[in-house]
């Protein structure tokens, strides 16, 4: 029991340990730290009187502190009563100073009134100076914003917009937001957006006012440029010519020296006028002011919106471009029109190239080919249906003047112009054909004005005159004496200068075309050989069928051909001298002039066989034969012989045409006639023929043969001409004779005397013949003695007749 009742050494550890716990805890209590939870809860921590134990040690401790207290006053206790006692000592002398202080302290206090008003006036001037200083400062930060502020609206009123932009930057990106606190730098913040739009809008207005002017200055611009581009030009072909070339210097000497004073003088009011325009040498810059554009891109640029407005310029400006290629209904009627037509292209296009130059990518080098390609093709096809209307060569002349005019200064500005100059070969063409109608008028007038009669000189000074206008050579006619006629008329030498002038009015349009020498001699030859063998060839065929014109004029026309044929070597050489090219080294064209007055020669000649045959026709017409006279008048009638002498005077005029021609007329005439009086005693409607008709038809026969044997035209041989009376001689022989029994035997033998002499024609004739003497017969019944005579010639009449006819249907059942 004794062993049960002791405690263990653990339970011995135990109360040590929550005995060591307590005092701790009282420790912490003394020590007054807070919080106390955590203290307390260690106390009752897993012990049911864990309370009541440490209240006991509690206690204890109280106990403990308050002996200890009580030690203490017990020490401190006589200590403390002789302070008292000390203290109620000193109770009057404090009473006494109390009072001594107080009186110091409002004497103080009255005296240092002054002091604080003046400490605090010194305050307030402090907080003042303070203030100020402050103030400055802010507005050291503020006025370099309100300055920028105030040089931005400057800007805006006298329209620098583009250096607004840059103020605006510094004032967003250096300037606002140092004093950004403050209100009025938002007011600022909050307009400037507005600035922005504004100024774009005011620049865009600009533009727009820049684009209406350019589209109403671009003409005058456009003036300007080809002016100089001619100006150079005219300058440069003009000191070529007067070293190198002058026209017609080998062909005529005469022309050759106005030529050259022409050139120098030329040359001379060139340089001249080169000299006064040196000075004012215009450009597109000096003509428009661009500074719009250029403000504009600077300021899209500056804003971020290049982009728009490169596509805004374009769009608008192809708009401008389709209208100035847009031309007048009326622009073919005069030059004005189409220079007024290229000014305002050259000008566009001037315009645009100097923006390609002046400015970065506004405007491209694709962008202005793309838009000339498409101004291109509407230019050319512009000119094609407007240059067909033009009827007068000189306006299709200034046409292709400033067409080239216009191709030069474009191409001086870099744009591609081949096109253009392939189109001025369409527009030759329609050039020569102007040319052609209107020296196809120059003909008429001069074949309407001559008088085709040879040309009378009455001294050597005409002499000169004429040849100085044609290549005439005759040495023959060079040895008579004047006064002289040269063979051809007036129209030769008119003609000849025409054609010449043909040929410089065809080389006007040659020139400047960029081609060679040797093209242009084969364009000037082509031309010439159309003017030869269309319009004049067409003006001679005209001329020779006209009913006025007469044998004698038909004559005159054929010894013109002649001289005019043998005048073409002359215009092959004149265009070699113009063009300088050589006939022998160069495979040049040949005129066809041989050819040309060749057929209007074979036509004229055609016309005066046809001439002389209607002539022949209307003296044959007022034949007035009496059929069934008894007797002959004993000589020829007087209708033949006006006719013979027609024929006579006529012919004496063919002297001067070729020989084969004269006498192919004079056969020709001849055998007409012969063939009228056939056809005149073969007439249907000519039933009867006496025999006294037949010796008065015999006479006028004899007189045509004694025409044909006097020779009226040189050059037949022998009996020659006369063979064309043969048929009716030997007709007429027969029935003169009345040598039936001759002809019927010896018909169809070539050595009969009738050969010619056809059975019908015969037959024909013979019973004509017969009725005329049956109804003599009937007549002249009442002389008895003739009856036996006239039956036995009827009888023969019969036989004849009857025979004839057999031979007729003989040859018709051959045939």
């Keep these: 029991m004794a062993r049960k009742s002791r405690p263990n050494m653990s339970e011995m550890y135990l109360e040590e340990n929550k005995d060591q716990i307590y005092e701790n805890a009282l420790a912490e209590i003394e020590s007054f730290e807070l919080p106390l939870g955590t203290t307390l809860r260690?106390?009752?921590?897993?012990?049911?009187?864990?309370?009541?134990r440490f209240m006991e040690k509690l206690d204890a401790c109280i106990r403990n502190h308050d002996r200890e207290i009580e030690k203490m006053c017990n020490f401190h206790h006589q200590g403390f009563v002789d302070a008292i006692t000390e203290l109620l000592k000193v109770r009057a002398d404090a009473e006494k100073l109390k009072v001594q202080v107080t009186d110091t302290n409002r004497r103080l206090q009255d005296a240092g009134k002054e002091v604080i008003a003046q400490t605090e006036e010194i305050i307030r001037c402090r907080v003042q100076q303070r203030n100020i200083t402050t103030v400055v400062e802010k507005l050291q930060l503020c006025l370099p914003v309100l300055e920028m502020y105030s040089k931005l609206k400057e800007q805006m009123k006298v329209k620098r917009y583009y250096?607004?932009?840059?103020?605006?930057?510094?004032?967003?990106?250096?300037?606002?937001?140092?004093?950004?606190?403050?209100?009025?730098?938002?007011?600022?913040?909050?307009?400037?957006?507005?600035?922005?739009?504004?100024?774009?809008?005011?620049?865009?207005?600009?533009?727009?006012?820049?684009?209406?002017?350019?589209?109403?200055?671009?003409?005058?611009?456009?003036?300007?440029?080809?002016?100089?581009?001619?100006?150079?030009?005219?300058f440069s072909t003009t000191l070529q010519k007067h070293n190198n070339v002058n026209y017609g210097r080998n062909m005529h000497l005469g022309r050759s020296r106005i030529l050259d004073s022409k050139n120098e003088m030329t040359l001379?009011?060139?340089?001249?006028?080169?000299?006064?325009?040196?000075?004012?040498?215009?450009?597109?810059?000096?003509?428009?002011?661009?500074?719009?554009?250029?403000?504009?891109?600077?300021?899209?640029?500056?804003?971020?919106?290049?982009?728009?407005?490169?596509?805004?310029?374009?769009?608008?400006?192809?708009?401008?471009?389709?209208?100035?290629?847009?031309?007048?209904?009326?622009?073919?009627?005069?030059?004005?029109?189409?220079?007024?037509?290229?000014?305002?292209?050259?000008?566009?296009?001037?315009?645009?190239?100097?923006?390609?130059?002046?400015?970065?990518?506004?405007?491209?080098?694709?962008?202005?080919?793309?838009?000339?390609?498409?101004?291109?093709?509407k230019i050319i096809a512009v000119l094609r249906t407007h240059s067909s209307y033009c009827n007068d060569p000189d306006l299709v002349l200034e046409l292709k003047n400033l067409i080239v005019v216009f191709a030069d200064t474009l191409q001086g500005y870099g744009f591609p112009v081949n096109r253009l100059f392939d189109l001025l070969f369409e527009i030759r063409d329609q050039y020569n054909e102007t040319l052609l109608k209107k020296w196809s008028g120059l003909f008429r007038d001069i074949f309407e004005a001559d008088n085709y009669s040879p040309i009378p000189v009455a001294n050597e000074e005409e002499y000169k005159i004429v040849i100085s206008k044609f290549p005439f050579q005759d040495s023959e006619l060079d040895k008579q004496s004047f006064p002289k006629k040269l063979p051809m008329s007036q129209s030769v030498p008119q003609i000849y200068i025409q054609v010449k002038e043909f040929i410089y009015a065809s080389l006007k349009f040659s020139e400047s075309l960029h081609r060679s020498s040797t093209e242009i001699d084969d364009m000037l030859r082509k031309s010439t050989n159309l003017l030869l063998t269309r319009t004049l060839s067409s003006c001679l065929q005209n001329l020779i069928k006209k009913p006025h014109i007469g044998l004698t004029e038909l004559v005159q026309i054929i010894i013109n051909t002649t001289h005019l044929e043998l005048a073409c070597k002359y215009l092959?050489?004149?265009?070699?001298?113009?063009?300088?090219?050589?006939?022998?080294?160069?495979?040049?064209?040949?005129?066809?002039?041989?050819?040309?007055?060749?057929?209007?020669?074979?036509?004229?000649?055609g016309e005066i066989y046809t001439k002389l045959n209607q002539k022949i026709d209307e003296?044959?017409?007022?034949?007035?034969?009496?059929?069934?006279?008894?007797?002959?008048?004993?000589?020829?009638?007087?209708?033949?012989?006006?006719?013979?002498?027609?024929?006579?005077?006529?012919?004496?005029?063919?002297?001067?045409?070729?020989?084969?021609?004269?006498q192919t007329a004079c056969m020709s005439a001849c055998q007409h006639l012969s063939t009228s009086l056939m056809q005149m005693l073969l007439d249907t409607e000519l039933k009867q023929i006496s025999m006294g008709a037949i010796q008065q038809f015999n006479l006028d026969v004899i007189q045509?043969?004694?025409?044909?044997?006097?020779?009226?035209?040189?050059?037949?041989?022998?009996?020659?001409?006369?063979?064309?009376?043969?048929?009716?001689?030997?007709?007429?022989?027969?029935?003169?004779?009345?040598?039936?029994?001759?002809?019927?035997?010896d018909y169809g033998q070539a050595t009969s005397k009738y050969l010619r002499v056809n059975p019908s024609t015969a037959l024909t004739l013979l019973e004509k013949v017969h009725r005329g003497m049956r109804d003599s017969s009937k007549k002249n019944n009442i002389f008895a003695q003739f009856r036996k005579n006239d039956r036995?010639?009827?009888?023969?009449?019969?036989?004849?007749?009857?025979?004839?006819?057999?031979?007729?249907?003989?040859?018709?059942?051959?045939?």
């Design 42 to 52: 260690s106390v009752y921590d897993d012990q049911p009187n864990a309370h009541q």
């Design 163 to 234: 250096s607004a932009l840059k103020t605006m930057e510094q004032l967003e990106n250096l300037y606002l937001p140092r004093v950004s606190q403050y209100r009025f730098c938002q007011i600022m913040i909050e307009n400037l957006p507005k600035l922005r739009e504004e100024i774009k809008e005011i620049s865009m207005s600009d533009l727009k006012d820049f684009l209406e002017s350019i589209r109403k200055h671009s003409d005058r611009i456009g003036e300007t440029a080809m002016k100089q581009a001619q100006q150079q030009k005219t």
């Design 268 to 377: 001379k009011r060139t340089l001249e006028e080169d000299d006064d325009h040196d000075e004012e040498v215009l450009t597109a810059q000096d003509l428009v002011d661009f500074s719009p554009v250029y403000r504009c891109l600077h300021i899209y640029s500056v804003l971020g919106d290049g982009e728009i407005f490169e596509n805004y310029y374009r769009k608008q400006r192809r708009k401008q471009a389709r209208l100035v290629l847009q031309p007048q209904s009326s622009m073919h009627e005069t030059v004005e029109g189409y220079r007024r037509y290229f000014s305002q292209i050259v000008g566009f296009f001037v315009v645009e190239d100097h923006i390609l130059h002046v400015t970065q990518g506004l405007v491209t080098r694709t962008y202005t080919d793309e838009l000339w390609n498409m101004a291109l093709s």
């Design 572 to 605: 092959e050489d004149f265009i070699s001298n113009i063009t300088n090219i050589s006939q022998v080294t160069v495979h040049t064209a040949r005129l066809y002039g041989l050819s040309t007055f060749k057929d209007a020669r074979h036509a004229a000649e």
């Design 619 to 662: 003296f044959i017409q007022i034949a007035d034969y009496d059929w069934t006279m008894s007797e002959s008048d004993g000589r020829a009638s007087g209708y033949l012989m006006d006719l013979i002498n027609f024929l006579r005077s006529t012919f004496q005029v063919f002297t001067h045409l070729p020989g084969k021609v004269a």
């Design 704 to 745: 045509c043969e004694l025409f044909a044997s006097s020779e009226p035209v040189p050059g037949f041989q022998g009996d020659t001409l006369q063979l064309a009376f043969i048929d009716l001689r030997q007709l007429l022989d027969l029935f003169m004779v009345w040598d039936w029994s001759t002809y019927l035997a």
């Design 792 to 815: 036995d010639k009827q009888k023969l009449i019969e036989t004849v007749v009857k025979q004839l006819r057999s031979l007729v249907n003989g040859m018709s059942q051959h045939t």
